[in-house]
């Protein structure tokens, strides 16, 4: 009964060493998918000054506030559009809309009988 259970605990032993963050090899913790190969594992040992000065740096940057909530760290810093119209350029493009409407596709209603036709065709 001994052996058994010696045996037992070893093999288990040895299945959950291969879980840790220091092997290469990460079994699944289904078990159905097989084990999954993490290169940057293997030998590349981090210091701890080097990870408090990366968390430092993207605490100042604003990064560290996405990163913590599983965004990609270059969700804030990615720039948004250049607006390059006024508010008033924006304000006469929508009348002109509303005056001359054309669909996305190219449409546009001219009433009655005519109904929808395509606005390239139109003199």
Same mark, same amino acid.
């Given at each position: 009964?001994?052996?058994?259970? =010696?045996?037992?605990?070893? +093999? %288990?032993?040895?299945?959950?060493?291969?879980?840790? #963050? $220091?092997?290469?090899?990460?079994?699944? !913790?289904?078990?159905?998918?097989?084990?999954?190969?993490?290169?940057?594992?293997?030998?590349?040992?981090?210091?701890?000054?080097?990870?408090?000065?990366?968390?430092?740096? =993207?605490?100042?940057?604003? +990064? %560290?506030?996405?990163?913590?909530?599983?965004?990609? #760290? $270059?969700?804030?810093?990615?720039?948004? !559009?250049?607006?390059?119209?006024?508010?008033?350029?924006?304000?006469?493009?929508?009348?002109?809309?509303?005056?001359?409407?054309?669909?996305?596709?190219?449409?546009?209603?001219?009433?009655?009988?005519?109904?929808?036709?395509?606005?390239?065709?139109?003199?």
């Amino acid at each position: 009964m001994k052996i058994r259970t =010696a045996i037992l605990v070893a +093999s %288990l032993a040895a299945f959950a060493t291969a879980s840790f #963050a $220091t092997s290469v090899y990460h079994a699944s !913790p289904s078990q159905e998918e097989g084990v999954s190969l993490a290169p940057d594992h293997l030998g590349n040992a981090v210091s701890r000054q080097a990870v408090e000065s990366t968390v430092l740096a =993207a605490q100042k940057d604003g +990064s %560290l506030y996405w990163i913590s909530r599983g965004y990609p #760290a $270059t969700y804030p810093l990615v720039p948004g !559009p250049k607006l390059t119209k006024t508010r008033q350029q924006v304000l006469d493009e929508l009348q002109a809309a509303k005056r001359n409407p054309v669909t996305s596709d190219g449409m546009r209603d001219l009433g009655g009988e005519a109904g929808w036709v395509n606005a390239s065709q139109l003199p």
